[in-house]
Nanobody, 114 residues
Framework: QVQLVESGGGVVQAGGSLRLSCAAS????????MGWYRQAPGKQRDLVAIITRSGSTNYADSVKGRFTISRDNAKRTVYLQMNSLKPEDTAVYYC????????WGQGTQVTVSS
């Protein structure tokens, strides 16, 4: 079993920045991938950004150039730096870790006011 604890969510004005963190209870050094997903009210959960074991990254088109995913293996933590936030970025953000199975965090609310 792996626990993922997210933090860093909050309320920010449009154009502002937030950094989300996801701390894992197990080493992420050899993990297949870790990612951030988001779910707005009444919508499905969508991929925002992912970082693989090799360090390659991929982003949703809607966040390219604004969001950056990174990881610190020593701290067992993955980050999502979110800049130039827009009201449409408002959602619950979830961290996911792909070991042999996928684990989810509890989610952290991000609210961007116009």
């Amino acid at each position: 079993q792996v626990q993922l604890v997210e933090s860093g969510g909050g309320v920010v004005q449009a154009g502002g920045s937030l950094r989300l963190s996801c701390a894992a209870s197990r080493s992420i050094f050899s993990i297949n991938a870790m990612g951030w997903y988001r779910q707005a009210p009444g919508k499905q959960r969508d991929l925002v950004a992912i970082i693989t074991r090799s360090g390659s990254t991929n982003y949703a088109d809607s966040v390219k150039g604004r969001f950056t995913i990174s990881r610190d293996n020593a701290k067992r933590t993955v980050y999502l730096q979110m800049n130039s936030l827009k009201p449409e970025d408002t959602a619950v953000y979830y961290c996911a870790a792909d070991y042999t199975v996928r684990y989810w965090g509890q989610g952290t609310q991000v609210t961007v006011s116009s």
